[in-house]
């Protein structure tokens, strides 16, 4: 299995997929959103949080 992307808010997204909203300290909110391989990712509710990859998307640019 491939290592899950990681990306900061503004960071130009490297493969289309469904990330998950992540605290600073790595713990999971259950909040998922779905990101465009070219397009920067969006902000996040709160300072020092990231995205994590869940599920690549079945539909890739």
Do not use: C, L, N
Not at 37 to 59: I, L
């Amino acid at each position: 299995m491939s290592k899950k992307e990681e990306y900061r808010p503004g960071e130009t997204i490297r493969r289309s997929a469904q990330v998950e909203i992540v605290g600073p300290r790595g713990g999971r909110t259950g909040e998922e959103r779905t990101v465009v391989k070219g397009e920067p990712a969006p902000p996040t509710p709160r300072p020092g949080m990231k995205f994590v990859e869940v599920d690549r998307t079945k539909h890739r640019r």
